[in-house]
């Protein structure tokens, strides 16, 4: 059950409309970054969770991002609310409330136009919000992971943000909502490690040939580091196929029926290398500049 109050997690003070910066936040509302991205990633893990205190927590943080997608739905909504009027009331001059609306090169017309100034569930360059964002995969030792990176880059984003915005309330609420990705980040991390052992991911171990082994298959500019050395790191300076000692070539075991088809098939399609065939393009094709 969800109690929705009206008042924001956080206040929301802006100083003054403005349509462009409008559209930029548009990112954290219905982005792949964004704060609904977010909820649903964290609510659908919750539902499926069996452990008691990774539900709770999930259920927590997904219902705080909802509350973050209010704060942000909020503040387009102010940036928009000068736009909004004139847009549905045509009180500007054409010219005019176009150059408000595009600002310094931005796109918010289009966000404006289509969805009367309001918080669509769009990123800022109008591509509609998707389920596909949603990583999850249903092992918390892989999605506890992935929602650490999403958190580090919400809150890479949101710095973003505050960077292109000179406005005073704006700036505060944007840190909260920052700072709200580092405590989420942390809380995770010990969910994490509250599982032990936590890697690799999974039930099955690998195998030991190859957990621990670095190929180098890029050549020029190696270079060595605790990424590919020390420890249990095995380097091989040149690999060669097939790493497993086998011949390298791609092989199947068929049924008698199965080969006799294949083999007609082979037969009535083999290449003749030795043929030159004249061809359409050979036919068309310009000669020493004439057709």
Request: charged letters at 20%; glycine letters at 10%; aromatic letters at 6%.
């Amino acid at each position: 059950m969800f109690m929705h109050n009206k008042r924001l997690q956080y206040t929301v003070r802006v100083a003054q409309p403005n349509p462009g910066l409008a559209n930029l936040l548009l990112e954290q509302f219905g982005g792949p970054q964004g704060e609904l991205a977010a909820a649903m990633r964290y609510f659908t893990q919750a539902v499926s969770e069996d452990d008691p205190g990774r539900k709770d927590l999930l259920f927590d943080i997904a219902t705080e991002e909802l509350s973050h997608l209010e704060i942000i739905g909020s503040i387009v909504v102010m940036l928009n609310k000068g736009a909004k009027g004139q847009l549905a009331e045509g009180i500007e001059a054409e010219g005019e409330l176009y150059r408000s609306l595009t600002g310094a090169g931005n796109d918010s017309h289009i966000t404006s136009l289509l969805y009367g100034a309001g918080a669509p569930l769009v990123n800022s360059g109008g591509v509609p919000w998707s389920a596909a964002y949603i990583d999850t995969i249903g092992e918390p030792t892989a999605d506890l992971r992935s929602n650490i990176a999403a958190e580090a880059r919400a809150k890479i984003v949101y710095e973003r943000l505050i960077n292109v915005t000179d406005d005073p309330g704006i700036k505060d609420a944007l840190g909260f909502l920052m700072s709200r990705e580092i405590a989420h980040q942390l809380s995770f991390e010990k969910a994490l490690h509250a599982i032990q052992p936590n890697f690799p991911q999974g039930k099955l171990p690998g195998d030991p040939e190859f957990n621990n082994t670095y190929f180098n298959l890029s050549k020029g500019g190696e270079m060595r580091g605790a990424w590919n050395e020390g420890q249990d790191w095995v380097y091989v300076e040149q690999p060669q196929p097939a790493v497993d000692g086998g011949d390298g070539e791609a092989s199947v075991q068929l049924d008698a029926q199965s080969q006799t088809a294949l083999d007609a098939m082979k037969t009535r399609t083999m290449s003749n290398p030795q043929a030159q065939p004249l061809t359409g393009a050979e036919l068309g094709k310009v000669n020493n500049g004439q057709e």
